[in-house]
């Protein structure tokens, strides 16, 4: 029982400083937020257009249909294949 009132002290003493110390909210201009945003729509369309000429320029065969292709935490099927593997 004292454990959880100290966690939720410690807890609490937590969420006050979190919410006690947050920055005040700044405004950007509708311009600035236009050009970022340009900005990053642009960025994108190079990546994936300059990008096109690397799909499946070093993969000679694909692969089998049971390759792991599901991501986990545990590292065994990086073991079974010995290294990495990508989609």
């Not at 009132?5 to 110390?21: G, W």
């Not at 950007?28 to 257009?49: C, P, R, T």
């Not at 065969?61 to 010995?82: H, I, Q, R």
Request: with cysteine; net charge positive.
């Amino acid at each position: 029982m004292n454990r959880k009132f100290e966690l939720s002290v410690v807890f609490l003493l937590l969420t006050v400083y979190c919410v006690a110390s947050r920055p005040a909210t700044r405004k950007i201009s509708f311009e600035d937020l236009h050009d970022k945003i340009a900005g990053a729509w642009i960025g994108q369309m190079v990546g994936n257009i300059y990008g096109l000429a690397y799909e499946n320029k070093f993969v000679d065969n694909p692969g089998p249909e049971n390759w792991p292709y599901d991501f986990t935490k545990s590292l065994n099927k990086m073991k079974a294949v010995n290294g990495a593997f990508s989609d």
